[in-house]
């Protein structure tokens, strides 16, 4: 059983760059079973897919966060990461991290449904 | 964008009753040349990340229930708890994972009556 852990500050002050960390056990990375992916879930609303990425390094990135964010994977650590930049109030949210199962449409393999989440770790940005 | 829209926004139901959720998305996301709708269902306790239920609209992740079936195809889907339990009670969320970007409903609360 795949499990996930974020990590990162809880605290972000506006302007400034959001970066949290994704910790993988019982999986890695660096296999094509999953796109590794995160989604963030405002106080009292609903869910926002962030970005995904796959074992080749490919990404697909929200377009309305895509000027912003920026995802990676360290294969070596089992980790995989997010960075959002020049974050507002309207970042403050609980983040998580989870996998991903691919799924086929015509020649791509693409990020289909989550299948395991992580806790998700709350994060607030003010001064 | 592919819009997700579920209904009701809430729902009560007395336990052991049968409660039924719908999702209608903005266009058709039934893969032709797979015959598969992209579509899953999630489940969220409070305090609790959200859990898989449902994916290609109607099969059920390892380890739900039976009470939990999903149905439908193309642009509307629905989720149906055969018999309400009182550990059921949760927010729950449609997903379309057709094209990015992936988007979900906004959710429907259900409670116990």
């Known amino acids: 059983q795949v499990q996930l852990q974020e990590s990162g500050p809880g605290l972000v002050k506006p302007s400034e760059t959001l970066s949290l960390t994704c910790t993988v056990s019982?999986?890695?990375?660096?296999?094509?079973?999953?796109?590794w992916g995160w989604i963030r879930q405002p106080p009292g609303k609903g869910l926002e897919w962030i970005g995904s990425i796959y074992y080749t390094g490919g990404t697909y990135y929200n377009p309305s966060l895509k000027s912003r964010v920026t995802i990676s994977a360290d294969t070596s650590k089992n980790q995989f990461s997010l960075v959002l930049s020049s974050v507002t109030a309207a970042d403050t949210a609980v983040y998580y991290c989870?996998?991903?199962?691919?799924?086929?449409?015509?020649?791509?393999?693409?990020?289909?449904?989550?299948?395991?989440w992580g806790l998700g770790t709350p994060v607030t940005v003010s001064s | 964008d592919i819009v997700m829209t579920q209904s009701p926004d809430s729902l009560a139901v007395s336990l052991g009753e049968r409660a039924t959720i719908n999702c209608k998305s903005s266009q058709s996301i039934l893969y032709r040349s797979t015959n598969k709708s992209y579509f899953s269902w999630y489940q969220q306790k409070p305090g609790q990340p959200p859990r898989l239920l449902i994916s290609w609209a109607s099969t059920r992740e390892s380890g739900v229930p039976d009470r939990f079936s999903g149905s439908g195809s193309g642009t509307d889907f629905t989720l149906t708890i055969s018999s309400l339990q009182a550990e059921d009670v949760a927010v729950y969320y449609c997903q379309q994972y057709y094209s990015p970007p992936f988007t979900f409903g906004q959710g429907t609360r259900l409670e116990i009556k």
């Open positions: 019982g999986g890695s990375t660096g296999s094509s079973a999953f796109y």
């Open positions: 989870a996998t991903i199962k691919p799924v086929d449409t015509g020649m791509l393999r693409t990020p289909g449904y989550f299948q395991h």
